[in-house]
Structure formats: C-alpha cells, structure tokens
C-alpha cells in the first residue's frame, strides 16, 4: 500500500522561508510524478508545483520563482522550499504521487501540512 507523508509546516512571517518535506513508501518512488496541492481556507485544491519522475518541473504562475520542487529518487522524497513567503500562501499543503501528471488528481495524497504566513 502506498503512503505519503508531509512534513515542515508552520507559522512564518511574511518574507520568511520555509521547506516542506515528503516521504513516500510502498510504491517505486522513482517511476512516480509528484506534486504539491494546496487548499487554501473556503477554496479548492490547487496544484502548485509538480515534477516529472525525470525531474522536469512545473510551477503555478503565482509562485513561480519563490517556490522549488526537488526530488531525491534514494530517499523516495520529494521537496518544496518556499522563499518569500505571502499571506496568501497560506493553506494547508499537500504532496501528491502518481503514475503520471495528468492524473496526478487521482494520485496518493498524504494528510497535508499547514503553513500560516502572517503579515
């Protein structure tokens, strides 16, 4: 069975950084995409970064050059660093694998982790 599990979440000024950590198992990490979603409160699930199993990247416009995804294939993780952090990021995030990136939606999802910006 596949698990996914978040890390790194937490209250940070805006301005500040953060990085947020997942741990899948059960699954050969290395054919997997990845993403990460996140809701922010009252709105739906948005993916804002992904990464190919061959490490291409995407990102949401919104986040784009404030926000890395990275992957390390031998520790079955995948990453986002977060500088520059708004209000507005504030939600809760979630890390997301699957087969492909065009059915990332319907992936494994973890339990999500929040992050509160402060202004």
């Known amino acids: 069975q596949v698990h996914v599990t978040e890390s790194g979440g937490g209250l940070v000024q805006a301005g500040g950084s953060l990085r947020l950590s997942c741990a899948a198992s059960?699954?050969?990490?290395?054919?997997?995409?990845a993403g990460w979603y996140r809701r922010a409160p009252g709105k739906r699930p948005e993916l804002v970064a992904s990464?190919?199993?061959?490490?291409?990247?995407d990102y949401k416009d919104s986040i784009l050059g404030r926000f890395t995804i990275s992957r390390d294939n031998a520790k079955n993780s995948v990453y986002l660093q977060m500088y520059n952090l708004k209000p507005e990021d504030t939600a809760v995030y979630y890390c997301?694998?699957?087969?492909?990136?065009?059915?990332?939606?319907?992936?494994?999802w973890g339990q999500g982790t929040q992050v509160t910006v402060s202004s």
């Open positions: 997301v694998i699957g087969d492909q990136l065009a059915t990332l939606d319907y992936g494994t």
């Open positions: 059960g699954v050969t990490f290395s054919s997997q995409a």
């Open positions: 990464i190919t199993y061959a490490g291409l990247t």
